[in-house]
């Protein structure tokens, strides 16, 4: 899971019954809380149980989404691609239910800024990795990571 679909893991893992291990890719843990401050120009006219954001490459500079996807055609695949999450996302957290670290899990850190949350899955005794990139790097680099995925699978 990457990002702040990490907090979903145990919702998921609940309604996939042959989910056997879980990956957390640069992502927020169940359990903890996540820095998911709505994004720059998420303010709607729409009632909150409506409104959404807007895409995500608008939350950001165009040069630090130029440099989190540098390859211009992959860019313009995602930026066609992406989703405009409720806003009720960055105000509402799922619930982690007990036993939500019932299955084996790991955790791979890209960016600097999940180094923290890293360390909270080292402290949980979980296997951690990394592979120096931008938060994207699955999508920048997806040969890459399936061979850690892989390897680390072992």
């Known amino acids: 899971m990457h990002s ?14 042959d989910v056997r291990r879980v990956v957390f890719v640069d992502a927020a843990l169940p359990g903890t809380p996540a820095a998911r401050r709505a994004p720059r120009g998420a303010a709607g006219t729409q009632r909150p149980s409506r409104a959404v954001a807007p895409p995500w490459t608008e939350w950001f500079d165009e040069a630090t989404v130029a440099a989190l996807l540098p390859d211009p055609r992959l860019r313009a695949t995602a930026l066609a691609e992406q989703p405009r999450p409720p806003l009720t996302h960055f105000t509402q957290s799922p619930p982690a239910p007990p036993g939500r670290d019932r299955l084996p899990c790991g955790y791979l850190r890209f960016s600097e800024a999940y180094r923290p949350v890293a360390g909270e899955a080292r402290a949980r005794g979980w ?4 592979l120096a990139g931008g938060h994207l790097h699955q999508v920048v680099a997806p040969g890459a990571v399936a061979e850690w995925l892989v390897r680390a699978r072992g």
């Open 4 to 17: 702040n679909a990490g907090l979903l893991v145990p919702a998921l893992a609940d309604a996939v019954p």
């Open 127 to 130: 296997p951690v990795g990394s």
